[in-house]
């Protein structure tokens, strides 16, 4: 089963930028779909961005602001968040598309003044 593990949260001003990774404790192929996805506070766990071998999709909410990449290696996938506002606060996880791997426990960002 793939295991993902997210890193790389913290607070941050609004308008400040942030990158999370998602490291793949299993082999996962480029044609495995990731997926962030962001869960602010009370809120259900919206997808916000996904990558399937180079190709990316955002949702209208981060699209021109969030950028996936893969890392080094195949099997990390970065997500650089830039120009933060405070609803981005929130836990964000990575997992499969649609998600089948255990959830993990994501990794916190706080956008405030």
């Known amino acids: 089963q793939v295991r993902l593990v997210e890193s790389g949260g913290g607070l941050v001003r609004p308008g400040g930028s942030l990158r999370l990774s998602c490291s793949a404790q299993?082999?996962?192929?480029?044609?495995?779909?990731v997926a962030w996805y962001h869960q602010a506070p009370g809120k259900q766990r919206d997808l916000v961005a996904r990558i399937y071998n180079r190709h990316t999709s955002y949702s209208p909410s981060v699209e021109g602001r969030f950028t996936l990449s893969r890392g080094n290696g195949k099997d990390t996938i970065d997500l650089q968040m830039n120009d933060l506002k405070p609803e981005d606060t929130g836990v964000y996880y990575c997992?499969?598309?649609?998600?089948?791997?255990?959830w993990g426990q994501g990794t916190q960002v706080t956008v405030s003044s």
């Open positions: 299993t082999d996962i192929t480029v044609y495995v779909i």
């Open positions: 997992n499969t598309d649609p998600a089948g791997a255990a």
